[in-house]
């Protein structure tokens, strides 16, 4: 089986000798243009700078190039994308879940969760689950979403007020900006 062909990456701009315009304006590694150039001069020019010609746009009239290390270039621009890359954060919706007759202790812990997932930047959502004929108590599960709001009005700020989902009611928090 004959190994597949290698083809140029598309999001790459053409250098050297993949660049096709007949006339091209140059523009120096230092920044300084050169004017208008063949392609072969500026081939000759690049190659006697040990450099390499890159299409910088080819939308101008004529197309421009610089005359650059793409090697260095192309390094550049990775590096740039992996810091961009790292500095995006996604923001995730991370549940706290509970029932309306949860113990001190309990409650603290959760509210803990909940700061924790809030100073990372996160969404809370609180969720206070009902089994059986706890659901009638809907007014005592309110009221503890509430004072876990309270508990957590420093770190956060309510998007969505506490509401029933079935046999769930829920609050939504986001991290205070």
């Not at 140029?8 to 140059?26: A, G, M, S, T, W």
């Not at 005592?140 to 007020?161: G, K, T, V």
């Amino acid at each position: 089986m004959p190994a597949p062909e290698k083809r140029p990456n598309r999001d790459l701009p053409p250098i050297n000798e993949r660049i096709r315009f007949p006339k091209l304006r140059v523009i120096d590694a230092d920044g300084s243009q050169l004017g208008i150039l063949s392609r072969e001069e500026a081939l000759n020019l690049s190659d006697e700078r040990e450099l390499d010609l890159v299409l910088v746009s080819d939308k101008a009239d004529p197309p421009v190039c610089r005359i650059m290390d793409y090697g260095k270039y192309k390094f550049e621009q990775e590096k740039k994308a992996r810091e961009a890359k790292k500095k995006q954060h996604t923001v995730d919706v991370k549940e706290v879940k509970m029932r309306y007759k949860i113990e001190e202790h309990d409650y603290n812990v959760r509210i803990n969760q909940a700061k924790r997932f809030l100073k990372d930047g996160d969404k809370v959502k609180a969720t206070i689950m009902f089994r059986g004929r706890e659901i009638q108590h809907s007014d005592m599960a309110e009221e503890l979403l509430n004072r876990m709001a309270q508990d957590l009005q420093e770190f956060a700020e309510i998007q969505q007020a506490p509401k029933k989902e079935g046999r769930n009611m829920m609050m939504l928090l986001a991290p205070k900006r």
